[in-house]
């Protein structure tokens, strides 16, 4: 279970996802809340003891909403919470629109690096993307990306492809643009 420190932003979620909300802070009790976010709940009190918060079943993905903590962090900080646009295995093919999150998870017991391939380009600045053994990783499309296709590679630390025998053809693809579910 993911667990997301109260004063971060932005928060990226899933769709149905269940998530800690943590305390990191020395600040006692911090209160999370909103009239407009998709959790089920309005607000949380989380003191050292994680507080569990459940997303909605049915978010518009890419939709984003502001959320308070009190005490405010420090320095003060608009806080949002925006639902992924896509959110899977490290493995599965990603279908995007540009300004929208992706969420990865990687199942696998090894990290894994996620790069474009050989030849070809992506719409990020990175080299790559590491994602640690059973961990997640929020990258957001940048806003100016163009549609098309961007196959990856998702290799584990030793060079091999962390998606053999998983994935028909080896390797996921970014597909950026066109109609988006």
Known sequence: MRKIDVYKTPVVVRAGETFEWENKSSNGTVTVSSSTWPLTQSSYAVTSTPQRATVITNPSAGSSSSFQSSPPPNP??????????????????VTVMPNQYVLWHNGNSSAVTIAPASGTTWPWSNNSFSVSAGGDLVVQVPSGARAGNYPVTITLANGNSACAGIKAGGNPTIIIGGNVP
Not at 76 to 93: F, I, K, L
């Open 76 to 93: 003060p900080a608009t806080q949002n919470m925006v639902v992924a646009g896509w959110h899977g295995e490290v493995c599965s093919d």
